[in-house]
């Protein structure tokens, strides 16, 4: 099994950053990837970003391409989202999930329970 737990949301004014973290526990040598993802009320969640485990590969969706940087430390089993020149379109809850090894590339096994991210002024 694989536990994830965000931390860092807040309320932000726009213009302004964050930096959510995901620490990850449990069998994380089983750990492919892990993505980031958001979700605004009444909508649908989305895809944010996803970094491999191995760092290797990094993609971004087209919003967030140059605000948002994804990284991770090995040593602290943890992945980072450092969110600037924040939107209040960037206003949502927002997760960060594992895809084990072997498994589709898409296929997120493994949540955590969200922070929450308001951009208000």
């Known amino acids: 099994q694989i536990q994830l737990v965000e931390s860092g949301g807040g309320l932000v004014q726009p213009g302004g950053s964050l930096r959510l973290s995901c620490v990850a526990s449990g069998r994380t040598s089983n750990i492919y990837s892990v993505g980031w993802f958001r979700q605004a009320p009444g909508k649908d969640r989305d895809f944010v970003a996803r970094i491999t485990w191995s760092g290797a590969l990094i993609n971004y969706s087209d919003s967030v391409k140059g605000r948002f940087t994804i990284s991770r430390d090995d040593a602290r089993n943890t992945v980072y989202l450092q969110m600037n020149s924040l939107k209040p379109d960037d206003t949502a809850n927002y997760y960060c999930?594992?895809?084990?090894?072997?498994?589709?590339?898409?296929?997120?096994?493994?949540w955590g329970q969200g922070t929450q991210v308001t951009v208000s002024s």
């Open positions: 999930a594992a895809v084990r090894r072997f498994r589709p590339v898409d296929a997120y096994d493994y």
